[in-house]
């Protein structure tokens, strides 16, 4: 397993060196660059920027500079001395914006992770042992319906139950008295309390899905050989249930993890920006838009590495709870 490990975070060093390349070419793909939009946000408010002026705004950012110039500057940055380069918009180094903006995002992601989780394996187990009962129809209307609504929708519904119903304060995740406390044990309920809005509305449609798909694969299980082989032998439902066909029903369950984790952080812009937090979807939004590369690139990059995290999560907890993968 160790072996595996090793080798397997030795090969994401170059795929994560091919994917930042990718990453810094699409980046660069629309027409124009950081100046362009500049000026035209600047031409919006009837300012005007001459040639000369707009030269001289490349020649400082290093827009001028041909595009693998820009790449290798970029990288060896990252490489070398842990830089990610300056933000044009904000005119600050990009590690200092992204990483709290990612603390919260991964707090945000792990929260909605647990939740979905927790949610999803029991009612998809109880679905799949009660099929075509009363239950298993009323989990499949709400599964449907989890899966229909759109998240922005459910954002705004839950804010206002929130606001009106329970005369809690929403947006953002701490109040306005928080924002810029020092950590303690009341900023830390203020959070709790901020938190469970946005988790419930990532949760709904993961859990919604991911319902489905642990139905589905238990059912594949519940009636093959080696179940009727265990409950002939006297083992108890519920101890044959989760011994077997539960484990290795988990199988696609688990290998979500490799796409949810950056989905989580992808997919929740929308979300995030009606309610207003603090996380790493408005920032990618923003910076895409201005064509911040630096900011952009490192964000989008971070979602790479998201991936291969989870890919390489999936594949040791898949080898952990399935012996044959072991063997294999």
């Not at 647990?114 to 029991?122: H, N, S």
């Not at 810029?180 to 309920?189: G, Q, R, V």
């Amino acid at each position: 397993m160790l072996k595996f490990i090793a080798k397997r975070l030795l090969w994401m060093i170059p795929a994560l060196l091919v994917l930042s390349f990718l990453t810094f070419v699409l980046i660069q793909l629309p027409p124009g660059d950081y100046v362009t939009t500049y000026i035209a946000t600047l031409s919006a408010s009837n300012e005007v920027i001459d040639q000369n002026t707009a030269a001289d705004l490349r020649a400082r950012f290093g827009l001028d500079q041909p595009m693998i110039v820009q790449y290798w500057k970029w990288i060896s940055g990252i490489l070398l001395h842990g830089d990610f380069g300056l933000s044009f918009e904000w005119q600050q180094p990009v590690s200092g914006l992204i990483w709290e903006r990612m603390a919260f995002t991964l707090l945000l992601t792990f929260a909605t992770l647990l939740a979905t989780w927790g949610i999803a394996l029991p009612i998809g187990i109880f679905s799949a042992v009660k099929k075509y009962t009363v239950g298993d129809y009323i989990v499949t209307l709400f599964s449907f319906i989890g899966l229909a609504v759109p998240s922005f929708l459910l954002a705004l519904v839950l804010m206002y139950v929130a606001a009106v119903k329970l005369g809690q304060e929403v947006g953002g995740l701490f109040s306005d008295a928080f924002v810029t406390a020092p950590w303690s044990f009341a900023k830390l309920w203020d959070l709790m309390q901020h938190l469970w809005i946005p988790v419930v509305i990532l949760a709904v449609s993961g859990t919604a899905s991911l319902v489905r798909v642990m139905r589905a694969n238990l059912l594949d299980e519940l009636h093959k050989p080696y179940v009727t082989t265990a409950r002939a032998k006297g083992l108890s439902e519920f101890h044959l249930l989760m011994k077997y066909p539960v484990r290795l029903a988990m199988n696609p369950f688990i290998s979500t993890i490799a796409w949810l984790l950056p989905n989580l952080v992808s997919g929740s812009i929308i979300v995030a920006i009606v309610l207003n937090l603090p996380t790493a979807g408005p920032m990618l939004l923003q910076s895409l838009m201005t064509q911040d590369m630096y900011l952009a690139g490192a964000f989008l990059l971070l979602i790479c590495m998201l991936t291969m995290l989870g890919s390489l999560i999936s594949d040791i907890l898949l080898a952990l709870v399935d012996p044959r993968i072991r063997l294999e």
